[in-house]
């Protein structure tokens, strides 16, 4: 797998997501084909990925007959993601996990009635793949074991984190959370409490650092002093039973405009925005890995 027996990878979909996936998968040694209907894929191919072990192919079949592992990354369609994957099962051996990044459909929506079910499940990575480690493996109830064991241990080789769900839910465990908290947020600003510049700054300084460093279960933990979480609950979570109401759809204009006067907008304060977003990532993805590797067995 990968490294120097040289596995190949088929990377459906060169988008955002896969181009960043082809470049994780080469760059941790494997052969990496992508598919794309796209006519500009040899371009950008070439440009975003140059001197990599990286093929561009139209045809899917073409690109994914015979591959080790195969990551699809198409568009969020239900029935073109069925037609993709029941090509990917006739061209594919026993064996090859066929990996969806899909962000919201699950697995059995696309995989049933597909010969290959077994083989099918959701390697659901948050973007830039490239920069964040988690990819939540979702398997649906017809997802063999073996697969789900298979893909958490490519994905591990490839440098990422890998957590597996016990079982499907929409929007998974990430993307769950995330809907919540955004609500919350978009929800405070409309109802005139704090602009969206303050509300990145207060998350960034609190619940952004505490995040990386120690998740909400063992922050629960922690803030309940010695005597842990059930001290928390019954203290200070004790008051804590407002409700938290719901942003209003309707009136999402004013906090629009409020983030793009905030943070910019079009493509040069994106390419901006981007840069600055991947070097602060990488900062504390490198420093927390360097402090972890330092403090081995002392802490
Ligand atoms: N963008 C994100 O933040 C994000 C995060 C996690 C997961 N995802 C998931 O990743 C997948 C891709 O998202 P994206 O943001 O990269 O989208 P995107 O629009 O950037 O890329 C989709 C690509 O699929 C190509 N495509 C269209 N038909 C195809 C076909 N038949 N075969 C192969 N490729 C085809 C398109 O030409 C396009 O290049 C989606 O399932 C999405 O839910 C996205």
New binding site residues.
Partial sequence: MGGSDMSTAAI???????LSWARLFAEAGWQVRV????PDLEEIVDSELAGLPVTAFGD?AEAARGADFVQE????RPE?KK??FATLAAVTGDGVVLA??????LASSFSEGNPAADRILIG????PPQLIPLVEVVPSAATAPAIVDRAVEVYRSLGRLPIRLKKEIPGFVGNRLQRAFNNQAIYLVQQGVISPGDLDELVKASLGIRWATIGPFESMQLGGGPDGMLHLLQNVGAEMNYSLGEPDPAAYGPVLEAVDTTFGAGPEAYEANVRRRDRRTRAITEALAASDAQAQGQD
Avoid: K, M
Wanted: hydrophobic share 30%; proline share 10%.
């Fill in positions: 459906v979909g060169a988008g955002v997501i896969g598919s794309d209907p796209r899917l990354n198409g568009p969020e073109l037609q993709i969806s990044s899909s962000s919201s459909l659901h990575p948050f973007n």
